[in-house]
C-alpha cells in the first residue's frame, strides 16, 4: 500500500490527533502494532480526543494491563501524571482501565504507586477529583502500607503520605479512612 507522504503515523495520531486521525493512521500503516501507543493517547492533550481513543484502544483490544519496559509505569501513572483533566468525562475510562488490569499498586521504581503520583501531582484539586475518588475508592484491593518513600528523612508509607497530605488533599484523606475502616465504596454508575 503507497501511504501518503503527510499521514500521521498512529503513535502520533495517538498523541496528537483525534479518534478520526487514529483510525487512518491505522489503516495507512496496517504493519504497526497501534495497542503498543496507549501511554501515549492517555497523553493526548485534547481531553475529548484522549477518551475517545483510549476508549476505541480498549474496545478493540489494547491491553490495559501493560506496562513500560523500564520502570514499570502503567496507564494509571501515565494517567494521574496529566496536569490537564476532565474527570467526569475520564472517570468511566478510569474505571475500564482498572477493569482492564492496570495495577493500582504497581510500584515505579522511580515514582511509586500510582496514587503517589496523584497525591504528588500539585497540577491537581482535591475538590475537582471527586468523579475519580468514586473510581479509586471503590477498588479493592488498595495497598495502603505500600512503601511511599521517605517523610522527614524516614520510611514512610502510602496511608502515611494521604495523613501528611491532608490539609491539601482532606477529601482523599477522608475517603481513605473511609476505605481503611469500612473497605471499598459502591462502584460508581458511570453509564
Aim: proline share 5%; hydrophobic share 40%.
Amino acid at each position: 500500500m503507497t501511504t501518503p507522504e503527510k499521514a500521521m503515523r498512529p503513535g502520533t495520531a495517538a498523541k496528537y490527533g483525534t479518534l478520526n486521525n487514529f483510525k487512518k493512521a491505522i489503516k495507512d500503516y496496517p504493519k504497526i502494532n497501534w495497542g503498543g501507543f496507549l501511554f501515549w493517547a492517555i497523553g493526548n492533550k485534547d481531553l475529548t480526543s484522549r477518551v475517545e481513543i483510549v476508549n476505541w484502544m480498549l474496545d478493540h483490544g489494547a491491553d490495559a494491563a501493560q506496562t513500560t519496559y523500564h520502570g514499570n509505569l502503567n496507564a494509571l501513572h501515565i494517567l494521574f501524571s496529566g496536569s490537564k483533566h476532565d474527570y467526569s468525562m475520564e472517570a468511566k475510562m478510569l474505571l475500564r482501565l482498572l477493569e482492564g488490569g492496570a495495577d493500582i499498586n504497581l510500584k515505579a521504581q522511580k515514582w511509586g504507586v500510582p496514587l503517589l503520583i496523584l497525591i504528588n501531582n500539585l497540577n491537581i484539586k482535591d475538590n475537582d477529583l471527586g468523579p475519580f475518588y468514586d473510581v479509586i475508592f471503590s477498588w479493592p484491593g488498595i495497598d495502603w502500607e505500600a512503601g511511599a518513600g521517605k517523610a522527614f528523612g524516614k520510611p514512610v508509607t502510602l496511608r502515611q503520605v494521604v495523613d501528611l497530605a491532608g490539609n491539601r488533599l482532606p477529601e482523599m484523606c477522608r475517603r481513605m479512612h473511609e476505605y481503611l475502616d469500612n473497605g471499598p465504596s459502591q462502584r460508581p454508575n458511570l453509564l
